[in-house]
């Protein structure tokens, strides 16, 4: 079979993490490699909507040093978006509008890095493709720190924010036991709004019982504010202190967000739940009901792009995604996302091959943690989780160090190539 | 002069730090070496109040490896607290307690670990030895992250905080950037009631326009909502997104905290003001008044015992006020408190000294951020800023990581010493 030829556009969707550059280098470097295939390795500012707009930018232009950057370079350095595109079968013109783009630069293979949203436009885009008999190849590349892709063993991301929460709670747990007559309980807020996957990670730090956390909350096991202060009551009454990770998600049995329980609740400027806020509703409940002072710690973004202690395992798994996806590609691969397979089912006998899943499969599923992954009263993880994470959180990235002390992150120059279809009016 | 011969105490106190352990090392090493002087090297459980309830522990029980360890291991491994003593005109009670359980144990010399609060202990605890005519030595330790003693060029625990937080609003920077189409504004906040030392740390990681934090606050300039607004319009025409650092302590000009003006403010459970809530207050100003989206970050606890960052300047540094005590006690000192002496002035020539401040002086000192430190408009830092805090953010420390990839911290075993003074009545 002959390889089709023309040039390859890569594009980050969602939000970002201390990897997915890693993926980006992975595409780039791979496909740059391949010149007698793809005639051009273009970037999309800003995810689709680079696309929607002809932002477009010649990676052929970016210094070898630059693209190798990328891989300890966190956030997505060429840029990112949460634009949703339209149910194809209601509104074509977004994607029309792709083909179009496309089109106008000979553009035949699309690398798109993200999650589920990301899986499914790059599935809706190609289906398309395939009606306007225009040939189009799609390979997804799997990135999301909630480790939520169904198809996929874990996902891209999850590995470095799992080792940084983590240890940011065994920080947090060693400061509670030194200044417990003071400061009695901590609750630390973590990501992970449908899927408990971050705040089960904190439990790794756990590895004695005086270790933190001493309790973790997550999404897919109900709340119960009264279990809650039963369960901060045991752990005073064993250790004199109490430091819990919460997933920002987290629900009461009828489905409400405890974050609005407390009355802080309130909606962002967009009319989006606004889920911050569950660290305080925590920290009522115990001043109110155990009545020991109580102090809230919220990560928030810094947990999502700490390159500056991410794990090696999932930095180069990010990066072997990314070249799986232009070898596929190369293979004849269409309609795909690369997925992560495990091998080996000891924590300490870990290997991890790459596989394929359909993109239309990826769209459609979501994956929760395993309720026997957590313990039975549900409010810290059991062996399997374990088993299941460390093997993600191993070894330390090399980032390089400026004279001023702080990490030297890259950045693109990002050449843009000329416009050729008139602009999109939004 | 001959020597006194005695055992010696080592106490921790206050808000922990990344580096707190790193100068009880550098007083427990050298004491343990002069086995000829100090006939016993004792650790006091949670700080004074240790010795107030005679819970002390024998070092010398420690294996030499853990106690190596506490050079990598954060938080105050031999227990803190935030015990304020009564004024010694008003209330002698705690104080004769102190030396009670001295006299009880032939502890002639005090070395305690702390901010202004212990130095004036320990200044007043070897007042009213001297009275009692208890020969007794005090030596203090700086230390604190908020950086705010008199008397030293800076406190250790300040360069693993700034280096710290300097390098997660750096992340969180690259974060906004990569998403500034969804996510336009980001709210970090850091600690720091009185000083602005932390905040204005994070600026350091502004080295191009392009680069977070766009804008700092902090406690010693009052802040202006119509300022802060402007500040952030003008943040969001030049570059579509706006990061921005701020300590938690930064007031109105009537010298109201910003964080009660938006109606969130509460008191804790002991009645101290919670300024945690800055980060909501400064979010909606931003989402009513500029009307773009404001997310919110709060690092709490988790900056301050972050050794998995620290700064190998800071941690050498502490080590090394430690070893500094004991030689000044060794020396003949009493009274004093080891201070950090710059030598050279140029960021890249810099190295450090030590030297020695009377208790009583530091006691009664605050050092808050010149106001040169800051640009005329208040919101970022100067040149002269950078040149003062880049030398004290230099270098990493090296730690040990487990093999569930986390790092692998000690505890002491703390060996009671049996008590022989009647327990204290509370």
Redesign the interface.
């Known amino acids: 079979m002959a390889i089709m030829k023309g040039r390859c556009v890569v594009a980050?969707s969602g939000?970002?993490t201390a990897v997915i550059n890693a993926s980006a280098c992975g595409v780039i470097q791979t496909a740059l490699a391949r010149g007698e295939v793809f005639t051009g390795v273009y970037g999309a500012y800003?995810g689709i909507?680079g696309v929607l707009e002809e932002d477009l930018f010649d990676l052929g232009q970016e210094t070898p040093q630059a693209i190798e950057g990328l891989k300890r370079?966190?956030?997505?350095?060429l840029?990112?978006?949460?634009?949703k595109l339209k149910d194809l079968s209601k509104d074509r013109v977004d994607y029309e509008r792709i083909l179009e783009v496309f089109k106008a630069h000979d553009i035949r293979y699309f690398f798109y890095i993200g999650g589920n949203d990301s899986m499914d436009t790059a599935d809706k885009v190609s289906r398309l493709a395939r009606e306007l008999k225009y040939d189009l190849v799609a390979i997804g590349v799997p990135k999301t720190i909630d480790n939520d892709l169904a198809e996929t063993d874990h996902c891209p991301g999850y590995g470095s924010v799992a080792?940084y929460v983590?240890?940011?709670v065994?920080?947090?747990g060693?400061?509670?036991?030194?200044?417990y007559?003071?400061d009695t309980c901590?609750v630390?807020e973590v990501m992970g709004r449908n899927a408990g996957w971050i705040a089960a990670a904190t439990g790794?730090?756990r590895?004695t019982e005086?270790d933190a956390p001493h309790l973790i909350y997550l999404p897919e096991i109900p709340f119960s504010a009264d279990r809650f202060v039963a369960d901060v009551r045991e752990c005073l009454k064993q250790l004199g202190r109490c430091v819990v990770a919460v997933g920002e998600g987290i629900r009461d049995a009828e489905g409400r967000f405890v974050s609005e329980m407390g009355g802080s609740f309130s909606q962002?400027?967009?009319g989006h739940k606004q889920l911050?806020g569950v660290a305080e509703a925590l920290q009522r409940i115990v001043?109110k009901e155990v009545?020991?002072?109580c102090?809230?710690?919220?990560?928030?973004?810094?947990q999502?792009?700490?390159?500056?202690?991410a794990?090696l395992?999932d930095r180069d798994e990010a990066y072997r995604c990314g070249q799986a996806a232009v070898e596929a590609a190369l293979a004849g691969e269409r309609c795909k996302m690369v997925t992560l397979v495990r091998q080996g089912s000891e924590p300490?006998n870990y290997c991890c091959g790459m596989g394929l899943a359909d993109l239309a499969t990826v769209a459609n599923g979501e994956k929760v943690l395993p309720r026997e992954y957590m313990n039975e009263a549900g409010n810290h993880i059991t062996t399997a989780m374990?088993d299941y994470a460390?093997p993600l959180?191993?070894?330390?990235v090399k980032i390089e160090?400026?004279?001023?002390?702080?990490?030297l992150?890259v950045?693109l120059r990002r050449q843009m190539v000329e416009r050729c279809t008139p602009l999109r009016s939004h």
């Open positions: 980050q939000g970002p800003n909507l370079t966190p956030a997505a350095a840029g990112s978006c949460r634009y080792k983590a240890t940011a065994m920080e947090a060693r400061d509670t036991e030194s200044l007559t003071a901590n630390i790794i730090a590895r005086e962002d400027s967009f911050g001043e009545g020991v002072k102090r809230t710690n919220k990560l928030g973004l810094c999502r792009t700490a390159m500056h202690f794990s395992t300490y374990r460390v959180m191993r070894g330390e160090i400026g004279p001023d002390g702080l990490p992150y950045r």
